[in-house]
């Protein structure tokens, strides 16, 4: 939401009556919490009455963020994206995760598609407790031919859950996969509105109640003008697709691009520009004689860019996971909220059933550490305690260096853990990362300090050699 | 909702039959509003047929009707354009015969007026740089890595010249590991003669890293600051909590710049670089290491932290105007780098991939100079530099793409 929507300014638009039943104490508190985005007006039950309508319109509108927030598809897999409130991450956190597309072309042979769809649909990655997942499917129409888009269209619809993007620049070929295709009440994005087909484009819009996206390749006059003409018409789920160059000079004003869009719509107020941005790092695959390997390591590179640039939707073409996996990841990272710290409750963890001879281990609070070193202990079947000390959420290699990570706080661990009394020995194993504090440890402690592999994936082989 | 009303409307059953039915929906809800209606007729008259039990009033109708529109609304985009009041300073690494060093090239970084790549709205002079990672003993690489110069590891001078002369390194780090009381423990003075070595061996800038031995590491870096006098290397770092002091007074006495390293702490960059200028270092001499995590280790982290110091700098606090170093040759520490795995596809590609992703997330959010580590990386990455700075003219199409990616 705009900077100057004060606390005072949202609570004016409540019922102000503290009934409690957002369960809330009263409606300042709910206030907040509709201001740092917390819980939406849906959560205060008196707002739905008649005759706070005009008030709920109100505040919707007082409390919308300067990038709107669009739906595609329908039901358990919707995909919401857009709906940012800043420029950067840091300023408060960036809402709804860069949506990820892969493409489907409808001339590949109906096995083969089957394939790709289920192929796409099961990539699914655990990580710190997340699930890492392509979002949707983009159905190209490169066969011009109305009748076997709208084949391809179903045969993906009924392959699998995800939702679609609909992309032909005829809207003819739109209207027939709308009609024959068995998406008409999926909401599927309609890619794309161009200056020539708005016209038919916004009709089909209109009556499907679709998203559309609109595409000008680096002109934003155009793309302006286009989502003028839309909003007049009465579509206001848009999506801008103003290219995604992705070689030499063309790059350089693709990146301006999305800053400057994205810059315009929050800084500026330029409602013609507050919707998402889309990026389709799949134009690297239109280079001919081009090594696969290359094309996707070069489609990931830009996909990181884009989404390092404010991108809300990617369409991907490659589905090697080795290139999937980093723009999974980057993700995750970018769409962490930095008002919480990444970490886990320090203390003492039991892995399996352990006795007084096992081994005792030693890692950092931070979560990706704590779950990966938890996970490698109990997927080797190793009866262990494991020491979680409080590094401040900072992986080991990083709070060694920074001193969050240090043989005083070790021993503090000892002392509230209890585990001294636990184990019969005296022998502490430490992440090869921390291989230097083994000394001070030692002293601090009394203990033998075992220095650990650099990598938790190591410890079954450790243990056989140095764990009698 | 599509309602085309004829002329005698009034006259048509079902128009009656519609009324009727909009009317008991009326009286349950009260009001109506008609939204996207288009109505094709001069005058329209809503007449409710009167009826048993039905005692509803006749309701307010409000119109919300769009205009069909004819032609595109033209609309005009102007870019919104920024200024800052600050700059951040212009740090020159390397030093020629005239200014007192052997170097024949020297690398500029800094000097940024806007956020990297902003360049609607101004040209950031400088490019920023590629380090290469080299290291004073034969160490543990991943695979994909190591093979590019296994031949020359026991060799620094030797391995310098690889990572110059055939994978483009505009800068080499040299990694004094061996010094480490742990590792080798190598003198000060036995490290000081690697650091000559390399210094000869090629002629583009120097990074002199040490051990990350609190202790030893002032001591290695005032040795090495000491054979190189001149040479404006950078030495590679001081810390709030080791003898900065030290390396401060070597790089002041023998013109070298220094890494102002802290993990992940804002407020200690900041303490830690008013410290380093205390000791008479000037900002030119002065660049800064807010910690580079890995992908998926922390990395967001520092990107967060990165922007923040670099438009912090760009509004103007003095104590946050240093170029930024990135070490994003960190990123082979994160197993997805190196690992095997039949869930995660070949680890030759995803490795490689792993660090350029991590700089390329670097490099966006305000890094000035990169510590790399595989040849692959430094190709990219240099490539999209060029890219990003106009360098490249492209005759790139791309509005048929929905039909030519192939398959």
């Known amino acids: 939401m705009p900077e100057k929507v004060t606390l005072l300014s949202v609570y004016r638009y409540l019922p102000q009556t503290n009934c409690g039943e957002c ?3 009263n409606c300042m508190a709910f206030a907040s919490k509709l201001l740092d985005r917390r819980a939406t007006p849906d959560n205060c039950p008196p707002l739905k009455k008649p005759k706070y309508k005009e008030q709920l319109a109100k505040l919707i509108e007082l409390i919308a963020p300067p990038i709107k927030e669009v739906k595609l598809g329908v039901g358990e897999n919707l995909v919401k994206i857009g709906g940012k409130e800043v420029m950067y991450r840091h300023e408060l956190t960036y809402h709804n995760p860069t949506a990820i597309a892969i493409d489907v072309s409808d001339t ?55 939702p679609l993007i609909l992309c032909s620049f005829d809207p003819k070929i739109l209207r027939a996969a709308l009609e024959k295709g068995q998406v008409a009440n999926k909401r599927p994005l309609l890619y794309a509105v161009t200056e020539e ?22 002109n934003l006059s155009l793309i302006k003008s286009l989502i003028k003409t839309l909003q007049a018409i009465g579509i206001h789920d848009i999506v801008i697709d103003a290219g995604s160059y992705t070689e030499g000079n063309l790059l350089r004003d693709s990146v301006n691009n999305f800053i400057m869009i994205r810059r315009a719509a929050i800084k500026r107020g330029d409602k013609d520009l507050g919707y998402p941005i889309m990026a389709v790092p799949a134009v690297v695959w239109m280079v001919e004689n081009q090594e696969p ?15 390092n640039r404010f991108a809300d939707l990617l369409i991907m073409h490659t589905s090697e996971i080795w290139a999937l996996l980093p723009v999974l990841t980057l993700r995750q990272n970018i769409y962490t909220d930095p ?7 320090s203390g003492l963890r039991v892995i399996g059933k352990p006795d007084e001879k096992s081994p005792v281990f030693l890692t950092t609070n931070f979560a990706l550490t704590y779950f990966t070193v938890a996970n490698d202990l109990e997927s080797a079947g190793i009866n262990c305690y494991l020491l979680v000390l409080d590094a401040e959420g900072l992986a080991v290699e990083v709070s060694v260096a920074g001193g969050q990570f240090n043989p005083s706080k070790v021993k503090d661990l000892f002392t509230s853990s209890g585990i001294e009394k636990m184990v019969k020995h005296k022998k502490l194993i430490i992440p090869g990362l921390a291989a230097r504090l083994k000394g001070e440890i030692e002293d601090l402690t009394g203990w033998e300090v075992i220095v650990g592999p650099r990598d938790s994936s190591q410890i079954k082989s450790f243990l056989t050699k140095y764990w009698a | 909702m599509a309602i085309f009303l004829g002329d005698e409307i009034e006259e048509k059953e079902e128009i009656k039959a519609l009324m009727k039915s909009l009317a008991k929906f009326i009286e349950k809800l009260g009001d109506l509003e008609l939204e996207n209606v288009e109505i094709r007729a001069e005058e329209l008259t809503f007449i409710i047929q009167p009826m048993v039990g039905f005692t509803a009033q006749i309701p307010q109708i409000t119109q919300k009707v769009e205009k069909k529109i004819e032609t595109l609304l033209k609309a005009e985009f102007s870019p919104p354009i920024e200024t800052y009041p600050g700059t951040i300073t212009e740090v020159k690494i390397g030093a020629t015969r005239s200014e007192g060093g052997s170097r024949r090239k020297v690398i500029k970084i800094g000097g940024e007026k806007t956020m990297p790549f902003y360049s609607f709205e101004a040209l950031n002079p400088n490019k920023p740089a590629i380090a290469m990672d080299i290291f004073d003993m034969p160490i543990e690489l991943a695979k994909s890595v190591r093979q590019h110069f296994e031949d020359v590891m026991h060799d620094p001078a030797e391995w310098a010249k690889r990572q110059v002369e055939d994978f483009g390194a505009e800068i080499v780090s040299l990694n004094l590991i061996s010094t480490d009381p742990l590792i080798k423990d190598t003198s000060p003075k036995e490290a000081a003669k690697t650091v000559e070595n390399v210094l000869q061996a090629v002629d583009v800038p120097l990074i002199i890293g040490g051990s990350g031995n609190k202790a030893k590491d002032p001591l290695v870096l005032e040795a090495a600051a000491e054979v190189a006098s001149g040479e404006r290397c950078i030495l590679n770092s001081a810390n709030i909590d080791n003898d900065y002091k030290r390396i401060a007074r070597a790089a002041k006495q023998h013109n070298h710049i220094v890494v102002a390293f802290t993990p992940m702490d804002i407020n200690n960059q900041k303490k830690l670089n008013r ?20 992908l998926g280790y922390g990395l967001d982290y520092t990107l967060s932290l990165m922007e923040r110091i670099k438009l912090a700098g760009l509004l103007g606090d003095p104590d946050l105007q240093m170029p930024i170093l990135a070490s994003t040759s960190n990123s082979w520490g994160a197993r997805e780098a190196w690992m095997k795995s039949e869930e995660w596809g070949p680890k030759e590609y995803r490795g490689p991939l792993w660090e350029t992703v991590t700089t390329i997330t670097a490099m966006m959010a305000g890094g000035d100079l ?10 990219i990455i240099k490539r999209l530099i060029e890219s990003l700075y106009g360098e490249v003219n492209a005759d790139q199409r791309i509005q048929d793409w929905i039909t030519d990616i192939g398959l």
């Not at chain 1, 710190?128 to 011009?144: F, H, P, Q, Y």
């Not at chain 1, 009709?203 to 609109?214: H, I, W």
């Not at chain 2, 030119?284 to 995590?293: G, K, L, N, R, S």
């Not at chain 2, 990169?370 to 190709?379: E, G, K």
């Open chain 1, 23 to 25: 369960g809330e104490p």
């Open chain 1, 108 to 162: 590949m042979d109906d096995d083969k598609i089957v394939e790709r769809c289920k192929k796409i649909e099961s990539i699914s990655i655990v990580r710190i407790g997340d699930t890492l997942k392509v979002n949707m499917i983009a159905v190209r129409c490169a066969s011009k031919d109305p009748d076997r888009f709208s084949y391809v269209v179903s045969l993906v619809a009924r392959s699998c859950n995800l």
């Open chain 1, 197 to 218: 087909n708005w016209r038919e484009f916004s009709e089909l819009a209109k009556q499907y109640d679709c998203p559309v996206a609109v595409f000008a390749p680096n």
């Open chain 1, 293 to 307: 390997v290359i094309a996707s390591y070069r489609e990931a590179c830009m996909a990181s860019l884009f989404m």
């Open chain 1, 339 to 345: 008002r919480k710290p990444v970490s886990v409750e």
């Open chain 2, 275 to 294: 410290l380093l200028l205390d000791e008479g270092l000037s900002k030119e001499q002065i660049i800064i290491d807010p910690t580079t995590a890995a």
């Open chain 2, 370 to 379: 990169f510590m790399l580590s595989h040849p692959a990386t430094v190709r």
